[in-house]
């Protein structure tokens, strides 16, 4: 359906509560008349569009059950190809904020975003805008001369924490009547992050840090290894998402070997018989679980959050070698909000 006789901020009101409520919406507004049955703060909702199920969890959780978040990419695909259907085009269009991770993670759902933006709408690139040029992290499965760095920011809570204040920030400049709504989510929100964070530290605390020594399939830890003080040893992956080559692969069980790797990780979104191969060659544990992009449960469970996946992959890696995750697993990882965000699946 086309959008282009849409005029912005004219939109009608918007419930939280379901397709449904939007669709009826648009039937009584089009009559002309602003009932306001809706209550103001529903007649002025703002619409965010963000791609990874992460992100979307992450700006849930600051804006609140009053904002309509759309995420567009469906958990469980690799979103490092993704490409949005054309269907994404309308979302978009209706966005006054598009948040993305950046870094070249959604460049094709980015130009998607800038030539269907309203007047008024913004893409707001969260990695673009906490991690300056010189603290990029090239590396296997990301190499420089790809140009594109390592995007996967959100697997290290202090980065999380920025991501937060920026679309807070976001939030308040496009609707500034919410801004302490927006404002209190978003403290509540770090609180967890801060806690989550000092429990990853303690856990990291009970393996010798000789030990720390990551492979994984995906390579999504760059960041958080520099921040908790684990060596990413390799990442099998190679940068066009392929299979590695048996070369590759020769390479990699060498390095096994040689920083005698006690576990390595696979990914759920990227299933590959290349890791039972390392494992069964070098005798080092295989853990098939690790996710980067594909939250736990479905929407609406408790742990279906960015809290209760990283929970989930702290505690996977840190058992796997054989630390105490103890005080991961005492953790609060609910959302501080109602999370009503569209999530695909
Ligand atoms: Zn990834």
């Known amino acids: 359906m086309s959008t282009t006789t849409r005029t912005t901020r004219s939109r009608p009101s918007r419930s939280p509560w379901g397709r449904w409520a939007a669709v009826l ?77 950046g870094l070249g993670l959604e460049d094709p759902t980015e130009d998607l975003a800038r030539a269907n933006l309203s007047e008024g709408a913004e893409v707001v690139k969260l990695g673009d805008r906490i991690l300056p040029e010189s603290d990029w992290i090239f590396d296997f499965s990301f190499p420089k001369e790809g140009g594109k760095p390592n995007p996967h920011l959100w697997t290290n809570p202090p980065m999380v ?60 830890y760059a960041y958080f290894a520099d921040h908790y003080g684990w060596t990413v040893v390799g990442a099998i992956q190679p940068s066009d998402f392929t299979e590695p080559s048996p070369r590759e692969v020769a390479e990699l069980i060498d390095q096994v070997r040689k920083y005698q790797v006690k576990a390595i990780f696979g990914s759920e979104v990227f299933p590959s018989p290349v890791l039972e191969r390392i494992s069964d060659e070098t005798g080092a544990t295989y853990v098939d679980d690790l996710r980067d992009d594909d939250l736990p449960g479905a929407p609406g469970d408790p742990e279906h959050s960015w809290l209760g996946l990283m929970r989930l992959n702290y505690v996977t890696m840190v058992e796997a070698f054989g630390g105490d995750a103890a005080s991961l697993r005492s953790l609060d990882v609910t959302d501080v909000v109602t999370d009503r965000s569209t999530y695909p699946q």
Do not use: W
């Open 161 to 220: 924490r920025a991501y937060a204040r920026v679309v807070r920030d976001a939030l308040v400049a496009h609707d500034p009547d919410h801004a302490a709504t927006y404002r209190a989510n978003h403290d509540a929100f770090v609180k967890r992050v801060d806690a989550l964070d000092q429990a990853m530290r303690t856990a990291t605390a009970s393996i010798a840090p000789d030990q720390r020594t990551l492979l994984t399939y995906h390579d999504a």
């Open 25 to 101: 919406a648009v039937a009584t507004a089009s009559l002309g008349a602003c009932s306001g049955d809706q209550g103001v703060k529903s007649a002025e909702a703002l619409r965010v569009v963000t791609t990874v199920s992460p992100l979307t969890s992450i700006v849930a959780n600051v804006a609140g059950p009053e904002v309509t978040v759309t995420g567009l990419v469906p958990e469980g695909v690799n979103s490092h190809t993704f490409e949005p259907p054309p269907s994404a085009a309308r979302a978009l269009a209706e966005a006054d904020i598009v948040f993305v991770n």
